[in-house]
């Protein structure tokens, strides 16, 4: 480890330990006030880490091999106890890594939020996913995720569904607007420059239909991101349009001189929340647009289904995420919630016998004018069963220019969070999935329009792949958890392996 590394990870580390140490956290009423300190002890296969102990992770990953890792986190809530107009909040989150070969000192988030009755400003780098899916076992929203390292934005947004003063509150709308910054990325190289300043857009739009007070609720809306930016240094001063009129074209997916400006993603999403007496059941459904296929629902076989129980009756004692309130029955075994979830995406509108469209095959995560694709440093932003090429095995065929060398992809998906012997929480989550690269590594190779090319880089043939993961952790007084992480691989996609985590968290 570089010795100016060393020093400034020490320096935090300690600086954040002290300060919790002298009360500055208890000074503050709490529970607005929160921090915590954890100490990793890690060992994985040589030279890598398990799919789930990598995936869904918000890029707070380990190095494979031996490691360790220290893990410091502060934040403010807001005051729910109040109603006030105004409040604020904010939060910091550090991760570092060190092994005998390398070390690595990451912000995983830092931001600060300020909230105004319904609206909210939030600035900085913070974990959110998009979409309707289940907030904390999901495999993961097909357009932004838990899976990457967040990207540093503004955002504007009211964050929970607003129900409309009329019509008895039968409807409720959420939404937001937010500017991102992705650095200096590589652009498909031209003549004028091989990288560029690039940003990030991000609008949404959630409905729900159903009074507060009834048991259904219907769900509706889509998102929409955009990676874009500098097109006149890409382009060169031929590009035609001011800043402020490319912005128009992203932010409405107009095209120019014949294709959109930026690399669009999004999903459209419907879901069905149904209160049981003692079950909440949530069934939800992301259907995918990359290219433009989903207008004429040319793709409309692919998408991530799910469907989410929780027990209503869970009075189980766990972390700060699930929202019940302490342990108090006899049962040595007790569920909190389980999910299942199928992600298809193997259509992509690219067979022969597809409907035609101008932009041929999806090619979901892919991109002709980002070589990265849809990706944030390194790891794609959505669902992580669509695979980077450097995280499978090496010798699958790869089409030269597509950073995820598999796409298409049929995974199934499941998940349980609980508790054994009242004390001991758990979560575990399984996948398998079968897994047959992309079009322009099939039997049919990729399309534009009414053009096939010829596969020119080899055919995938179609491989499993068998994933797992499970969490155990206990708490001690004062505010101490043990806890451990297993985790393993086995088939043909990657490398057969696996990982263990030994953790202890102190929690202020």
Known sequence: MPK????????????FTAQAQSGLFRETPPPLFHGSVEAQGIITGKGTVPFWMRSDQWGSTPLPGASGAVIASGWKDYDSTTTNFFDWGGGIELRGNASADSSRLRLIQGYIKVRASI???????FKEFMGLVDSSLSSGAFSVSDNALPIPKIEGSIPKFYTIPIF?????FKGNIAHGWLGRIPVTPSKNTPTASSYFHQTSLYGRLGKPTWKLHLYAGLNHQVYWGNEREIFGPGWGLSNLQTFKYVLLGKTWKGSKVGNHLGSIDLGLQYEFPTVRLFVYRQSFFDEGAIAKLANIADGLNGISLTNKQDDIKVPDYYPVQGYDNDDWFHWHKVVFELFYSVNQAGYPWSRRTKSGDENYYNSNSYPLGWSYEGMGLGNPFVTPAYTTRAGFPNVNFNWF??????AFYAALQGSIAHDYRFTARGSYSLNYGTFGTSIYGYSTGNTFVR???????KVSQLSGWLSVERDFDPGWTVGCVIAADRGDLFYNG???ILRLKKSI
């Open 455 to 461: 596969p020119q880089f080899g055919i995938w043939h």
């Open 498 to 500: 696996g990982g263990f």
């Open 119 to 125: 609206f909210e400003l939030k600035v900085g780098r």
């Open 168 to 172: 008895g509150g039968l409807f409720a």
């Open 4 to 15: 100016n590394t060393r020093l400034v990870f020490f320096f935090l580390i300690v600086t």
């Open 405 to 410: 060398n598999n796409n298409r992809v049929t």
